[in-house]
């Protein structure tokens, strides 16, 4: 199996790309410290791509992210890789952002 990843930047942030044996299977979005989005495609989800991914974009961005859930799937996949919601990063941004999982510091 082939993983790679490929960067676009952009005006609101990077774009990252996720292809396994050349299949497009996930993608990412970055902006200002913040993990906007992070998407498995159908079919694809189970397999371990979120979290490689994931754990690509703390590689890749050299900074402390801030991610915000916005639904339980997400919240369960940050907890089990040991990330805890971080209450200084919720004061800081969970008033725009918190969909109501909570706001994880990913370092």
Not at 76 to 83: E, Q
Request: net charge negative; glycine share 14%.
């Amino acid at each position: 199996m082939t993983i790679r990843y490929t960067a676009e930047k952009g005006c609101n942030g990077t774009c990252y790309t996720m292809e396994v044996d050349g299949k497009r299977v996930g993608r990412a979005t970055v902006g200002d410290g913040v993990v906007e989005r992070i998407d498995i495609i159908d079919g694809e989800q189970g397999k371990g791509y979120g979290t490689a991914l994931l754990k690509h974009l703390v590689e890749a961005e050299e900074q402390t992210l801030v991610i915000v859930p916005d639904n339980e799937g997400a919240q369960r996949l940050y907890a089990r890789l040991g990330y805890e919601m971080d209450n200084e990063q919720w004061n800081r941004w969970g008033h725009a952002l918190d969909c109501g999982f909570g706001v994880y510091e990913l370092s």
